[in-house]
């Protein structure tokens, strides 16, 4: 059991005020750096992996010929053979439209009645999907392809330009999974000292219940629950303050639809996870608590 | 009952505090050890309520080998010794009741079969009005009898007392010892470190053992042979 049951006359033997003093209050920083750093861990692994999923098979073909025309020609005649290729999934001729109002953002005339932007030889762009894994046998097919219906034009690979960005957002991940681990060996040993100083504050009464007759878990029981309930109220605060962060954030980050930060978010195992980190926190305190009481008992005859 | 054949004790690499310790306690027997201080009383004492094992030579207590032991087994064994000790080792946070008690909770004696007797006790030491007191707020004498009371709440078979009457007036030095005697008729096997030789005198039939620079003196054999066990 994770918070021992001990009679209430046997926790007497425990002196009323709290064995650990500041533990509780570390525990809580703990916790809730925990928490964040597992959210964002979370959310940046599902961010990289949304993005690597959405770029690993998608190429946008540039026609850059010269004659509008014959570039329109050539973007339509792509797709259509693109689209039946059983190898792509779906091909899109980008709308001229949506180029200009892309192009419009930054030269600020998003309405698209900017004679400049309309006199721009903008390229044609044909955005292809393709089906399966097997990407590279993909691309030599396209470059068939695209060398047929469309002399000259380039090949961009998604994952060219957006794959170190999914790179570093999955090392951002990694890095914080790492601070969880760090911080949960952090606490392991917060409980540990709490342990072992709680053991030397109370020696003299461990040695006197040894010498009545009291067994190492009788004795580790005592102790292992006061040092449980001591962590579970600091996990408890620092889940608090933690929940309320991430709900903050969470708040904040609704504002953003679009873009890189929109592939941000906790999902329901993400959520699972974090609550049910408190729980493996406490759980672990307690083992952790009993551990190092056992091994310190076996020291006294 | 209690079983020494050729004992010795050292602390770390220094030089034996007891030497060559043999004698055999027999059940029911009343015995005092003395000698001056620094003979090693209370190193013997230690054994005798499991607190130290031998550096050599053999120890056997209720008929088992307790120098190879396992560690768990302790406990079961600890139960049947009542300790005085000298510097009594109340727990302070605890009121006389609850000090008292305390052998009989670990025990895993109920609330309910434990307040009768524990409140008998606490009448017989006379501290029947200050059963909630702390150690704190008692004197030597009071200390020392709750100690005692501890000792024998829960009727030990071996009742080991290092110095028990050193903090209580001569009256209840006797009350004390009456006490021992009692125990001892029913059965109990006592052990009493004392410098008091009046003490010694009042109990018949008291073996006495003394100890001089970590050796037995015991020149008739009584100890190691008791009468009992001559053929």
Redo the contacts between chains.
């Keep these: 059991m994770i918070i021992p049951r001990v009679p209430v006359q046997h926790r007497r033997l425990l002196p009323d005020r709290r064995l650990s003093g500041p533990t509780p209050w570390v525990i809580a920083i703990l916790m809730m750096l925990t928490l964040l750093a597992a959210a964002a861990g979370v959310g940046l692994s599902r961010s990289a992996n949304a993005i690597g999923s959405a770029i690993a098979g998608r190429v946008t073909v540039q026609i850059v010929t010269a004659n509008p025309v014959t570039r329109a020609e050539q973007a339509a005649a792509l797709r259509r053979a693109a689209a039946a290729q059983p190898f792509v999934l779906s091909a899109r001729a980008v709308d001229r439209e949506e180029l200009q109002a892309t192009m419009g953002q930054w030269f600020g005339s998003a309405d698209g009645d900017d004679p400049v932007l309309h006199s721009l030889p903008l390229p044609a762009l044909v955005d292809i999907d393709f089906v399966g894994e097997d990407r590279s046998g993909h691309m030599e097919q396209l470059r068939a392809l695209v060398a047929a219906e469309a002399p000259g034009a380039r090949i961009i690979p998604h994952a060219e330009w957006l794959g170190p960005v999914a790179r570093l957002i999955g090392s951002l991940a990694w890095i914080a999974g790492g601070l969880v681990l760090l911080m949960t060996l952090a606490s392991a040993a917060v409980v540990i000292m709490t342990a072992r100083a709680a053991l030397g504050t109370h020696f003299a009464t461990i040695e006197m219940l040894h010498l009545i007759g009291a067994t190492d878990r009788q004795i580790t029981r005592l102790f292992q629950r006061r040092i449980a309930i001591d962590t579970a109220y600091g996990i408890a605060l620092g889940s608090v303050v933690a929940a309320a962060i991430l709900l903050l954030i969470g708040w904040q980050w609704a504002g953003i639809t679009s873009g890189l930060a929109a592939t941000a978010s906790l999902g329901p195992t993400g959520w699972a996870l974090l609550l049910a980190l408190p729980l493996l926190a406490i759980a672990l305190a307690a083992l952790t608590a009993r551990q190092t009481l056992l091994a310190a008992l076996k020291k006294i005859l | 009952m209690v079983e020494f054949d050729g004992v010795g004790l050292r602390y770390g690499p220094d030089a034996e505090v007891l030497c060559d310790i043999s004698f055999n306690l027999q059940p029911g027997s009343f015995y005092f050890l003395t000698g001056p201080s620094g003979a090693g009383k209370t190193s013997l004492l230690k054994m005798l309520?499991?607190?130290?094992?031998p550096s050599r030579g053999i120890v056997r207590l209720f008929g088992e080998d307790l120098v190879n032991m396992p560690?768990?087994r302790?406990?079961?064994?600890?139960?049947r010794i009542g300790?005085v000790f000298q510097d009594f080792?109340l727990?302070p946070?605890?009121s006389a009741r609850?000090n008292i008690?305390?052998?009989l909770?670990?025990?895993g004696v109920s609330?309910e079969d434990l307040s009768g007797p524990v409140g008998e006790m606490l009448s017989w030491i006379g501290l029947g009005d200050r059963a909630d007191a702390r150690p704190a707020t008692l004197s030597g004498g009071e200390q020392q009898r709750v100690a005692i009371a501890?000792a024998v709440i829960a009727r030990p078979q071996l009742l080991v007392a290092d110095e028990p009457t050193g903090n209580v007036d001569p009256e209840m030095a006797m009350r004390l010892l009456g006490l021992f005697e009692a125990l001892n008729r029913l059965g109990t096997t006592v052990v009493v470190a004392t410098h008091d030789v009046h003490l010694i005198s009042r109990i018949e039939n008291a073996q006495m053992m003394r100890l001089e620079k970590g050796r037995l003196a015991d020149p008739t054999g009584a100890l190691r042979y008791p009468p009992a066990n001559r053929a």
């Design positions: 309520y499991l607190a130290q094992r560690r768990p302790l406990p079961g064994f600890r139960r300790v080792r727990i946070h605890l609850d008690a305390l052998p909770r670990i025990a609330e501890r």
